[in-house]
């Protein structure tokens, strides 16, 4: 079964210790779609200004992401620049430019609102609730999200919440929506807030899923050369979903292995600036590291 | 086959947000004596002075623990007074009282120096030298420290890790050791300074082993209620030597499935303030709950 991502496409600058690298091609709805196209057809929604470049509209395509969805609007695309120091597991902002994604109204066609598993990257959560509302009838819906709008947007966070099955986020976002240290009571209580799944990422730590059935901890796939983790998060949350989309049964053992493609799909991300690793993939890498990281976890 | 622990047995005094408690049992070969007492004989190397309570001679007799190189001089007790806040990870340390640790002179008998199995628990690396001087001929060497020796006694403890088999450190220590980050990149630094066995405790994020074979990574078992992470580093490591006295072949499947129960030890130490939960365990607790763990982190 194919997949609508909602996210962003950016053009991000980044400064970590191993580079700075301008201008290149990212967002969350990219990230997400580098590990997600290995299983499965890509929709993806999102916007961009009329400065993107159309090498890297080619590029997507390429890679068989469908693009119908993709606006393009007069202005600029949203820009973003980040540094990471030291251990890289927090980046530091350096500017954000918004440009037409203050304007953003998402728009899927008559053939996209039949898609059944949705993933709602990291954006307002008002256009992730209207983005939904558009959909017909799905049965996996996924949602990301960050401190911003945790902040910023409280209710309407919390509304989008009931109407999710999973919840994406990073450990800092179960902490600070929950005002829970402990994360396993910090999934708990995201929970009772309404998605039945809750997974939570811990960077370089791995993740953390919760459900009613069951409780996964996974460590990251060990990486000695971490060259730039921006979009980290979303190739784990595309490799999840990538392979949920392919079976039929979203049980324990399905579950489970999703959380370990997408941290295999995360750990190449890491491994070059952007997409340079994830562009390149095919699912017999993914299989191959796979492989690899059963022998560093299973014991 | 037994083991030699050479360590602190202290009074601790720990505040935590679940409460306080003053002057109770703690020290590293105290906690690690707790995990390791359930798979092998463990002989305890350590000082206390006259102020320690007959009681608590009487609860590690209790346990099996051996105590005739168990040394009592005058003077005080070694104490530690330190706090936890937040999300428990750390420690701040309020005060330290060394009292009869500052003239500690290991003294093992003939027959403990037959002893094959030694573990180094965290103590002035020229005390632990002293101590490793006096076995006939260990069969697997290993070794625990702080930032203190790291800082204050680095020639001492380079000098030492040339002749311990396994080098145990958190993640802090790791990095502070070798400057190095990344974790892969400070083990293999450390590797190359003599242990052919390296494991990084990381607290609630589990637990890294590198070796010339094999990488294994695990996270924490998921504890939803931690009352007081004191000695878990220590009851991580019992537990993982425990099991590993009990095998002829230190092969992989052995040290990661040592690596399992030290653990699944280490969570039930963090269940409670001091030995309160694992003085009362038994082997078939820990069985019990590794059980629980493979379904947590098994796929």
Chains 1, 2 share one sequence.
């Not at 999102?46 to 890679?63: N, S």
């Not at 509302?133 to 799905?138: D, E, Y």
């Not at 799909?265 to 059963?294: H, I, P, Y």
Request: net charge positive; hydrophobic share 40%; with cysteine.
């Amino acid at each position: 079964m194919s997949i609508l991502v909602l996210g962003t496409v950016a053009l991000d600058t980044i400064k970590t210790p191993y580079g700075l690298r301008k201008n290149i091609l990212g967002g969350s709805a990219v990230h997400f779609s580098m590990s997600c196209r290995l299983f499965t057809e890509v929709n993806l929604v999102a916007i961009v200004g009329t400065d993107f470049p159309e090498k890297h509209i080619d590029f997507l395509h390429k890679k068989g992401v469908i693009l119908t969805s993709l606006l393009k609007n007069n202005g600029r695309t949203f820009r973003w620049e980040g540094e990471y120091k030291g251990d890289l597991n927090c980046a530091l902002t350096r500017n954000t430019e918004l440009g037409v994604l203050l304007d953003f109204c998402p728009n899927v066609s008559k053939e996209q609102k039949k898609i059944k598993n949705i993933f709602l990257a990291n954006l307002d959560p008002d256009i992730q609730w209207r983005l939904l509302n558009s959909i017909n009838s799905p049965r996996l819906v996924a949602l990301d999200s960050m401190n911003y709008w945790i902040e910023n947007k409280h209710k309407s966070l919390l509304r989008l919440l009931k109407r999710v099955d999973i919840y994406v986020a990073n450990d800092q976002e179960a902490r600070s929506l929950t005002g829970e240290d402990n994360l396993i009571k910090a999934a708990r209580c995201l929970h009772s807030l309404g998605p039945r799944m809750i997974l939570i990422k811990k960077g370089e730590h791995g993740a953390l899923f919760y459900c009613n059935k069951f409780i996964f901890c996974i460590p990251a796939y060990p990486v000695d050369k971490v060259i730039d983790p921006t979009g980290a998060g979303d190739t784990f949350a595309g490799g999840f979903m990538g392979y949920l989309c392919k079976k039929d049964k979203l049980n324990e053992m399905n579950i489970k292995k999703a959380i370990a493609y997408g941290t295999v799909a995360a750990s190449f991300n890491v491994e070059g600036f952007g997409v340079e690793k994830t562009a390149g993939l095919c699912l017999r890498d993914l299989e191959k590291r796979l492989n690899q990281f059963k022998r560093i976890v299973l014991f």
